[in-house]
């Protein structure tokens, strides 16, 4: 199938709402690349997102996760906008090689983006803001990637610049699109994975008890928060030819919107689906989707949650909900929370 929104049908929910402000002879992001566009931006970049390659950013994440922590004042903070926020722009700021100093100029970029590239429905005033944000992204990254062809290093814009297969290489645009990708969805959707994480622990007590005990389950109980309450709740492709599924005749051009949050919570498939259980045998979901288009980041989302999640409940093993609660953002596609007020019971 297809997930090129210019190759579906006027009216339908890809046309109208993905592909609405592209034009023809723009290439679209990777999330909405078809072959064999897509099989060879792909195979320049996977290298750095290999699970070994993730896993060489385990210390630094947790240098940052502890910095992060030591900048929370007071006993009541909203988690979102005092951690699980800062923590992956944090981090990815450092993989791609950016100053210290221009981190909160980066983030502030970075959340503005965030706010309509995903909306179908922004106002003028965001609309204005994201592109105000997004061009200055791009003329940061454009600088970058100059300054790092006269001096290599060890981090993700240079890997990006010595990709090579077969003899391609990626192109300035294409390098440029793929730092705002990471920023624009890897950002969001591990801060919420953060957010909703704790929030499943926090709303079960023994759970939260389960893990501090024993912080070795870290792994399986970042998938079982990933299958409880997905970060990203629906995915879609296009049909590329004319097709029945179960009986029901779809066209080809036509949107095909699945549920992932609702394939996680399967009967079939998962033993009691609305429980919360952090020593489930079977971690799998469809979280991170499935294909050709399996998401690039997802061992460095949940390196990312691994790490933030353990170093909050160290640092306050005693955490609980706030009286101030909490408000889930409104961002089609992403189930997460623009605040969520926790407090430090010493």
């Not at 970029?109 to 922004?122: E, K, L, Y």
């Not at 499935?290 to 460095?300: E, M, V």
Request: glycine share 6%.
């Amino acid at each position: 199938m297809w997930s090129d929104p210019r190759k579906a049908n006027p009216g339908t929910f890809s046309a109208e709402f993905l592909g609405r402000n592209m034009s023809e002879d723009e290439d679209p992001s990777m999330l909405m690349m078809d072959e064999p566009d897509h099989r060879r931006l792909r195979s320049l970049v996977s290298q750095s997102f290999t699970p070994a390659a993730v896993e060489r950013w385990r210390d630094r994440t947790r240098d940052v996760v502890e910095r992060v922590l030591d900048g929370i004042e007071g006993d009541e903070f909203d988690l979102i906008d005092a951690f699980a926020g800062p923590v992956p722009t944090v981090v990815i700021a450092e993989m791609l090689g950016i100053d210290p100093d221009m981190h909160d100029q980066f983030k502030t970029w970075s959340d503005v983006s965030v706010i309509s590239a995903f909306n179908p429905f922004p106002t003028e005033e965001q609309r204005q803001a994201s592109d105000e944000a997004y061009t200055n992204l791009w003329n940061f990254f454009d600088s970058e990637i100059a300054e790092r062809r006269k001096n290599l290093g060890d981090d993700l814009l240079s890997d990006m610049i010595r990709a090579e297969e077969n003899g391609d290489k990626l192109t300035v645009v294409e390098m440029i699109r793929q730092a705002n990708l990471l920023l624009v969805a890897g950002n969001v959707t591990t801060t919420d994975l953060i957010g909703n994480g704790v929030k499943a622990l926090l709303d079960h007590p023994d759970q939260w008890q389960t893990l501090l005990e024993d912080p070795s389950l870290i792994n399986d109980a970042v998938e079982e928060m990933l299958r409880f309450d997905s970060p990203v709740v629906n995915s879609g492709r296009i049909a590329n030819r004319d097709m029945e599924i179960e009986g029901c005749p779809v066209a080809k051009g036509e949107s095909l919107s699945t549920s992932l949050a609702a394939a996680n919570h399967d009967p079939e498939v998962y033993p009691n689906p609305t429980e919360f259980d952090v020593t489930r045998e079977d971690t799998h979901h469809q979280s991170f989707g499935g294909g050709r288009h399996l998401c690039l980041g997802s061992h460095l989302a949940r390196l990312e949650a691994q790490e933030a999640i353990l170093g909050l409940m160290r640092r306050y093993p005693n955490l609980a909900h706030s009286e101030r609660g909490f408000t889930h953002h409104a961002i089609p596609s992403f189930r997460g929370m623009s605040s969520f007020w926790v407090k430090a019971n010493r």
